[in-house]
């Protein structure tokens, strides 16, 4: 499956004028980026590789105090459809590393205050069969309100207030994960279906070995969903990073299937 991409973004900077960007779609397992351009008003760009070694994060640097975006891209997904329900998830202390690091806690992502109640709600399920469970309750527990969390807003919260958006979402459900020690990652991505259109979370988990996709909010599938970048939560990968104060101007997310 083809994916296409359409980014505008105009932004209003202060005296800080140097942006880190995280939103180009990634090289990496289940997908091939075909063609990709970032066009930026008057800006030098650089690259650093993205947390984990997905994807990279731009660094721009603006001469004057105005970001005028526009990125496009198109990405084939080989990603296959698959179910989760007989995966098994290692002991956590065959993890290798690269899973580890998804096993611990984070900022929003606390999951040592939630060890008690995963245990109490899904200790009698293992591996894919949990992880499932797991999404089933995020999913059917949190509703879907827009302006209902804001960047602060950690799992603590969401699990009190039962509301949030894309992101409160992922960080639940790699939240309830890491508490039942199954390592999970935040990842920011694009998908056709996502409604209202704009950028996306999701979470992966470690099971059989690989990492797998899983959208607790039922907007996106993995066979159809294109990768930016991963993190340990919302804080790692962050589409637009700047010291300074900036004012949003106008911004518009377009993905569809070509």
Request: with cysteine; aromatic share 8%.
């Amino acid at each position: 499956m083809k994916i296409g991409v359409d980014v505008t973004m105009d932004y209003q900077l202060g005296k800080e004028r140097v942006v880190f960007l995280t939103l180009e779609a990634a090289d990496t397992d289940g997908q091939h980026v075909l063609e990709s351009r970032l066009d930026i008003q008057g800006a030098q760009l650089s690259r650093i590789p993205g947390e984990s070694g997905i994807g990279s994060r731009v660094v721009a640097r603006l001469d004057a105090d105005v970001m005028r975006l526009a990125y496009r891209a198109e990405v084939e997904i080989t990603r296959p459809e698959i179910s989760l329900e007989d995966m098994s998830a290692a002991p956590w202390h065959d993890l290798p590393a690269e899973a580890m690091t998804y096993l611990r806690p984070s900022r929003f992502c606390q999951s040592d205050m939630f060890e008690t109640f995963a245990t109490h709600r899904f200790g009698g399920l293992e591996g894919g069969a949990k992880v499932d469970a797991i999404r089933g309750w995020v999913a059917e527990e949190l509703s879907y309100v827009p302006g209902a969390s804001n960047a602060t807003t950690t799992v603590i919260d969401t699990f009190t207030s039962r509301q949030g958006v894309c992101r409160d979402y992922a960080h639940m459900l790699c939240t309830l994960c890491r508490a039942s020690d199954i390592p999970a990652r935040y990842v920011s991505v694009y998908a056709p279906d996502v409604e209202p259109p704009d950028f996306h979370a999701v979470a992966q988990v470690w099971l059989d070995d690989a990492w797998h996709i899983v959208d607790a909010t039922g907007m996106c599938r993995p066979e159809s969903t294109v990768i930016v970048a991963v993190g340990r939560d919302a804080y790692d990968v962050a589409f637009m990073e700047n010291r300074g104060m900036v004012q949003l101007e106008s911004q518009n997310v377009g993905v569809r299937t070509i």
